[in-house]
C-alpha cells in the first residue's frame, strides 16, 4: 500500500486499519477466509483495465457446443485474458469433476440469479430453506430479487432435531409441485444429503439446484459429499471455504451450459471482473494441491473440537454440534435474560472477536436482534490453529458471555486475543510494509 499511503492519508488510514483488525482479531465470521499473497496479486493486478464482455469461446452453431478457437469477446486485445479465463475454467472443473463452469459471476448473489433464470421463469415455485432456519438472502427473501420474481415456498429444519427432515421436505414438495428445488445454507451446522434431495425433486418433476458457498472448500476437498452428480446446477461463492477472491461461480450439467452462459453474460451482468477471475484461477491452483485437502480436513477437525468445548462449557448448539466447518449458539429467549445475538456480536467485538448474529430456528427475536451466534473455523485454521486452539477460543467466548456487559473485562480479553493471535502470525510481507 506504499503508494495510497503517500497520496491519499484518509484512504491509507482506513485500509492499514483492516490490516490490523484482521491481523489481531479472531476472525470466526464462518464466511469469510483469508486468501494468500498469489490471490492477493492477481486481484491487485492491471487485469482489472480489461473490458472482455463475452467468453473466451463461442458456442459452435454446428455442434452447439463450445470451440475454443471461435472468437467469443465484444472487444479486441483479449488473447491473455483468455489464457486467464481459460485456466479459471479448466482448474474449477478438475476440482469439482464438472462439465461446464462459468467463473464469470461478481457475486454469489448473481451466479443465483443467472442459474435460476437459466432453468425456470419469473412467476414459476421455488422451494428452497427459510432464511431463519439457515437460508440464503437470495434463496427467496422478499427483499432479494428472488422473494420478488419468483414463488418462493420455504422448508424449516425440524423443531426437534433442528436438522433437515427429508419426509417433511418431500411433503411439501409433493404439495406445492415446485418447478425447482433449491438447498445450500448459511447456518446449517449439519451435512446435506443430496442424494435424497434429488430423488424428491424427480419425485415431482422439479429442477434441483445446490448453493454449496458455504461447504465449497470442504467438496473441493471431497469432506462433505459433492452436490455435482445430483443437482441441474451447482451454484458457490469463491470466497469463503474455498478461500478464494470474493466473487461467484456456476458448474453445471453440459445440457445447461448454453443457458447458464446467456444468463451470466448478457443475461445478468456485463463485463467480467478479469482481475477477480485471475484471483479464482490462482486459489484453484491451491485447491487441487494435497496441503488444500489438509486444510479443509483441519477446518472440519476444528469446528467438531471447538464445539465439544462449547458444548462442555453449557453453550446450547443449534442441533447440538456440527458435522461442517460452522456452528450455531444458542443464546436463549429474552425471558431466559442472557445477551441477544445482537448484544453478544458486539460484546464478542470489544473482546477482539469477530462473529456476527444469527437467527436460530424457531427464533423468537427479530432478524436483526436475533437469539444466535454463528462460528466458523475456516479463517482460523488459514491461520494454523488446531484443536488446542479452539479449547483457549471456547474460553475466549465463555469469559465474554459471563461479562457481556463489563466493558473493563471486555477489554481486557481482548488484549488476550491479541497475544493469542500473534502467535498465528498473518499477512506478515503486508505488516512489515505498513507498520
Ligand atoms: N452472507 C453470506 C454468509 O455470511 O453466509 C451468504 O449468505
Redesign the pocket.
Known amino acids: 500500500m506504499k503508494i495510497i499511503k503517500k497520496q491519499d492519508a484518509e484512504l491509507y488510514a482506513a485500509m492499514q486499519s483492516e490490516l490490523y483488525r484482521q491481523s489481531e482479531n479472531l476472525e470466526l ?3 469469510e477466509n483469508f486468501v494468500s499473497n498469489a490471490v492477493l496479486e492477481a486481484v491487485g493486478s492491471v487485469l482489472t483495465n480489461k473490458y472482455a464482455e463475452g467468453y473466451p469461446y463461442r458456442w459452435s452453431k454446428k455442434t452447439d457446443k463450445i470451440n475454443y478457437k471461435l472468437y467469443g469477446r465484444y472487444y479486441g486485445g483479449c488473447e491473455y485474458i483468455d489464457k486467464v479465463e481459460e485456466l479459471a475454467i479448466e482448474r474449477a472443473k478438475e476440482i469439482y469433476g464438472c462439465e461446464h463452469a462459468n467463473v464469470q459471476p461478481h457475486s ?1 448473489s448473481q451466479a443465483n440469479m443467472a442459474a435460476y433464470f437459466a432453468i425456470i421463469k419469473p412467476g414459476d415455485t421455488i422451494l428452497s430453506l427459510e432464511l431463519s432456519h439457515g437460508g ?2 437470495t434463496h427467496g427473501h422478499p427483499l432479494s430479487f428472488s422473494g420478488s420474481l419468483f414463488n418462493i415456498v420455504p422448508y424449516g429444519v425440524n423443531k426437534d432435531t433442528e436438522q433437515f427432515d427429508y419426509d417433511e421436505i418431500r411433503r411439501i414438495a409433493k404439495e406445492v409441485k415446485p418447478q425447482m428445488i433449491l438447498t445450500g445454507a ?2 446449517y451446522p449439519r451435512k446435506i444429503d443430496f442424494k435424497k434431495f434429488r430423488e424428491i425433486a424427480d419425485e415431482v418433476g422439479a429442477k434441483f439446484i445446490v448453493d454449496m ?2 461447504i465449497a472448500g470442504l467438496v473441493a476437498a471431497g469432506v462433505h459429499e459433492s452436490p455435482i452428480p445430483y443437482a441441474d446446477i451447482v451454484t458457490t ?1 469463491t470466497h ?1 471455504t474455498l478461500r478464494g477472491p470474493r466473487g461467484g461461480m456456476i458448474l453445471c450439467k453440459e445440457e445447461y451450459a448454453k443457458a447458464v452462459d446467456r444468463w451470466v453474460f448478457p443475461g445478468t451482468q456485463g463485463g467480467p471482473l478479469m482481475h477477480v477471475i485471475a484471483g479464482k484461477a490462482a486459489a484453484f491452483k491451491e485447491a487441487l494441491t494435497p496441503e488444500f485437502i489438509g486444510y479443509q480436513k483441519q477446518v472440519v477437525a476444528n469446528a467438531a473440537a471447538l464445539a465439544k468445548a462449547l458444548n462442555e462449557k453449557d453453550f446450547n448448539l443449534v442441533s447440538s454440534g456440527t458435522d461442517n466447518h460452522l456452528m450455531l449458539l444458542n443464546l436463549g429467549t429474552e425471558e431466559e435474560g442472557g445477551p441477544s445475538g445482537k448484544k453478544m456480536e458486539g460484546s464478542l467485538d470489544k473482546a477482539g472477536i469477530t462473529a ?1 448474529k444469527n437467527t436460530v430456528p424457531f427464533d423468537t427475536r427479530k432478524p436483526f436482534v436475533a437469539s444466535g451466534i454463528r462460528l466458523g473455523t475456516p479463517a482460523v485454521t488459514t491461520r494454523g490453529m488446531k484443536e488446542a486452539q479452539m479449547i483457549q477460543i471456547a474460553e475466549f467466548i465463555s469469559q465474554v458471555h459471563k461479562n457481556f456487559k463489563d466493558e473493563e473485562k471486555l477489554a481486557s480479553i481482548k488484549n488476550e486475543v491479541r497475544e493469542f493471535c500473534a502467535q498465528f502470525p498473518l499477512y506478515t510481507n503486508i505488516l512489515e510494509e505498513n507498520k
Request: charged share 10%; hydrophobic share 40%; net charge positive.
Open positions: 465470521i464462518a464466511s454469489g440464503h438472502l448459511s447456518a458457498a458455504h461463492t469463503k456476527n
